[in-house]
């Protein structure tokens, strides 16, 4: 049997889907008119609107009916705490989220290993009145931007950081690191047992130095580094 290959009206579809879903998650508190998603997605009005009615029926897209702003369905969050159930350690590690929360009254996180990246499962909130926010449960990183990402890259052996700094290239470029200072970063890390970072991870907030995270990996058995534990707070 010949396989589909990407250009495939079916896949076409369904990342028009996606493109739509995201362009939603990332206005989740204000909405987004037609006009906004086609803007943001780059699909044609006629067919984002097609879309964003299959998914306001669905119960995947919402509409407000006095603005007419499109958001996230409710039932997103159903499929995302099924998701996150995928990975049965975020239970075992909740009461340490909430025990290092309370002791450093900074945001603690946990992210885990998912192909090249990262994805926030979990996070919990100190009671420093300066709350650093970084991650929002879902954010997908490239393995090596942020502390915990980072701790998880150091911990692998040299021959798959080679290859990731390769795979993740054109990803890690859209953040304020380089190669050369990622790879000193692991040193140091790999040194010293945790990761560390203060540098802001996003561009053109590079001088923003009154921050900074740790994190350290969560080891397999075999030493595979599969999530990572990540504070974030003021300096």
Avoid at 70 to 96: C, D, H, Q, T, Y
Avoid at 142 to 168: K, Q, T, Y
Avoid at 203 to 216: D, F, H, K, S, Y
């Amino acid at each position: 049997m010949e396989h589909e290959d990407d250009r495939s009206p079916e896949h076409r579809n369904v990342g028009r889907l996606l493109a739509v879903l995201d362009a939603l998650s990332t206005a989740s508190s204000v909405g987004l008119r037609l006009t906004d998603v086609v803007e943001a997605t780059g699909i044609g009005k006629t067919t984002a609107h097609r879309i964003l009615a299959g998914l306001t029926s669905q119960g995947l897209a919402d509409q407000d009916e006095e603005t007419n702003r499109f958001f996230i369905g409710l039932k997103m969050l159903r499929w995302a705490n099924a998701a996150r159930e995928r990975f049965s350690l975020a239970r075992l590690v909740e009461p340490a989220l909430v025990r290092i929360a309370r002791q450093t009254q900074d945001t603690i996180y946990l992210v885990v290993r998912t192909g090249d990246e990262i994805v926030c499962l979990d996070y919990r909130e100190g009671s420093f009145p300066v709350r650093v926010l970084t991650l929002m449960v879902g954010d997908r990183r490239p393995l090596g931007i942020g502390a915990g990402s980072l701790a998880i890259l150091a911990a692998l052996p040299d021959a798959e950081v080679d290859r990731l700094f390769v795979s993740n290239a054109e990803a890690i470029a859209r953040f304020p690191f380089d190669e050369v200072r990622l790879r000193k970063m692991v040193a140091f890390a790999r040194q010293h047992g945790y990761a560390y970072n203060d540098i802001h991870v996003f561009q053109g907030m590079e001088n923003l130095t009154e921050m900074a995270g740790i994190g350290v990996p969560i080891c397999k058995g075999d030493g595979t580094p599969v999530a990572a534990l990540h504070l974030t707070g003021i300096t």
